[in-house]
């Protein structure tokens, strides 16, 4: 059974960075692209950044140029490093699959960007 287990949120001020860490268990994640997305207050659960098994990467326009993602086979890690962060990325961040597969939805971890 495959668990999957994000870290790294917080509480920082605008313009700081933050960098998520999301576990996987199970060799699932070798076979894969993995997906950060994230839910903010009242809205829909929006994706954030992909990365293929190969390594190539996508963002969301709201993003790019902020946030990287990158993935250590080795350790079954996905990461999720954010830079120049505003508010209004305020959420929970999650890790799943790409294309995302409703049993593998974790607990998330929190980030907020406030002064």
């Known amino acids: 059974q495959v668990q999957i287990v994000e870290s790294g949120g917080g509480l920082v001020q605008p313009g700081g960075s933050l960098r998520l860490s999301c576990v996987f268990s199970?060799?699932?994640?070798?076979?894969?692209?993995l997906g950060w997305y994230r839910q903010a207050p009242g809205k829909q659960r929006e994706l954030v950044a992909t990365i293929s098994s190969a390594g190539n990467t996508n963002y969301a326009d709201s993003v790019k140029g902020r946030f990287t993602i990158s993935r250590d086979n080795a350790k079954n890690t996905v990461f999720l490093q954010m830079n120049s962060l505003k508010p209004e990325d305020t959420a929970v961040y999650y890790c799943?699959?790409?294309?995302?597969?409703?049993?593998?939805w974790g607990q998330g971890t929190q980030v907020t960007v406030s002064s």
């Open positions: 199970g060799s699932i994640f070798l076979l894969y692209g």
């Open positions: 799943n699959t790409y294309p995302a597969k409703d049993i593998y």
